[in-house]
């Protein structure tokens, strides 16, 4: 054994358990070649991660949708950016892309699992991982109907899948497709939209406020706060008429109303109640799935859901900076966030793993990141992030120095600092 073996034997060992660990060290210098293309990028990601959506969930697989904007208002060479007259944030100006992604998140745990699909949208075309025509007119939930076909259709999966959704996606003409598709959803309602209760016409938020507190689910820390989870159910009908938009002659978007089936579902009102028995949040809840999926389990799996909200911080502020890439071509900033997807699909499997032998490696993770954890924390994804990272750069350095020149150059620095700073 050489001593190149003998420096990284034993932290092989340590990882030994976690599948994807060999694949993303070969990624590191792999995915840095400029001629591998989205789908060579991509495939590792998908085989692993439905390895382990087969493996972490029980009988459902949970799929945050959701979107994000990316912020280069200040990237003056970034090109093909699309121009915002308002984000999220309330910038009156801004410019940058429309991150889209599927996060795959256990029935089970709730905890996230892998980004099984992703685009990027810019003001000329959208780059995906899982089709290159997608037409760039499409709107957000016109484009998450032909995603949702394509995980639910095109690949490996062998658990049930469940989409969950934000307020955009309460459409009756999405619920009518997955309805005669025969697909599961979880969509949060809008507090204006009329469903019939009881034989009545109602709104959603009045018909929220009608019902009782219901069940105890959980309780959970929320804006920094202890509250309890609580949700209760009725069955609602869904008879509005759907709007299908259309482009005119003259290339302008329309709109036109359509009359459809009605649509059965499930009403549940979820509730955040804190320790002085007041109510800081209430979430409407629509969907389609059986009966044997309990009023609890759908509420829990909803807020599941803000595990995608974590990815996205994970991708901006708390690992990646995405929004300081230096990358001028769309492209290369969409390859080098598949990059970041696969780190996040390593960096899972290791803080997910109750393995005595990834309890040592996450110890000499955080080491090595140099960040601080919460009392109490053995780890957080940022710090196992940065403690990859790091690793992965000490391990390009021993394959291009031995340890005696390594020690030699502490040495050598070491002396030099003394000289210059005494």
Same mark, same amino acid.
């Given at each position: ?136 007119? @499409?709107?957000?939930?016109? +484009? *998450?109907? !032909?995603?949702? %076909?394509? /995980?639910?259709? &095109?690949?490996?999966?062998? =658990? ?46 009045? @018909?929220?406020?009608?019902? +009782? *507190?219901? !069940?105890?689910? %959980?309780? /959970?820390?929320? &804006?920094?706060?202890?509250? =309890? ?67 609890? =389990? ?125």
């Amino acid at each position: 054994m050489n001593h190149k073996q003998n420096s990284t034997s034993g932290l092989s060992l340590l990882l030994k358990d976690v599948e994807g660990f060999s694949q993303a060290q070969a990624a590191w210098r792999f995915y840095n070649n400029e001629n591998v293309d989205i789908s060579s990028l991509n495939n590792p990601i998908i085989q692993e991660g439905i390895k382990e959506i087969n493996k972490q969930c029980k009988e459902y697989v949970l799929i945050a949708n959701d979107w994000s904007h990316i912020d280069y208002r200040n990237h003056t060479s970034k090109r093909e950016c699309i121009e915002y007259k308002r984000n999220k944030e309330g910038y009156k100006k801004s410019k940058g892309y429309d991150l889209q992604s599927s996060l795959a998140i256990s029935d089970i745990t709730g905890l996230p699992i892998v980004p099984i699909v992703q685009n990027l949208k810019t003001d000329r075309k959208v780059y995906s991982t899982y089709a290159n025509d997608i037409d760039i007119k @499409l709107t957000h939930l016109e +484009e *998450l109907t !032909k995603r949702s %076909k394509y /995980i639910n259709n &095109k690949l490996d999966i062998k =658990k049930k899948i469940v989409d969950i959704i934000d307020r955009e996606a309460d459409s009756v003409a999405l619920m009518r497709e997955y309805q005669e598709d025969s697909r599961f959803f979880i969509i949060r309602g809008l507090d204006r939209v009329n469903v019939e209760y009881n034989n009545k016409r109602i709104t959603q938020k009045e @018909l929220s406020r009608s019902l +009782e *507190l219901g !069940k105890y689910i %959980k309780s /959970i820390k929320y &804006k920094k706060q202890n509250v =309890k989870i609580y949700a209760n159910e009725v069955k609602i009908l869904i008879t509005r008429d759907a709007y299908q938009t259309y482009i005119k002659d003259d290339g302008k978007r329309s709109t036109k109303r359509i009359k459809g089936e009605p649509v059965e579902a499930r009403f549940i009102v979820e509730r955040l109640v804190n320790s002085k028995q007041e109510i800081v949040a209430t979430w409407i809840l629509i969907s389609n799935l059986q009966e044997d999926v309990q009023t609890e =389990k759908i509420a829990l799996w909803y807020y599941y859901r803000w595990n995608i909200e974590s990815y996205f911080k994970l991708l901006k502020s708390s690992g990646f900076n995405l929004e300081q890439w230096q990358q001028i071509e769309p492209s290369a900033i969409f390859k080098r966030l598949l990059i970041s997807s696969h780190a996040c699909l390593l960096v899972w499997q290791i803080e997910h793993s109750n393995n005595e032998n990834i309890k040592q490696i996450k110890e000499f993770l955080v080491k090595l990141s140099g960040r601080l954890v919460q009392r109490g924390k053995t780890s957080t994804s940022p710090a196992l992030l940065a403690g990859i990272w790091s690793f992965f750069s000490a391990m390009d350095i021993i394959e291009l120095y031995d340890i005696d020149k390594l020690l030699s150059m502490r040495d050598d620095l070491i002396k030099f600092m003394k000289v210059d700073f005494s």
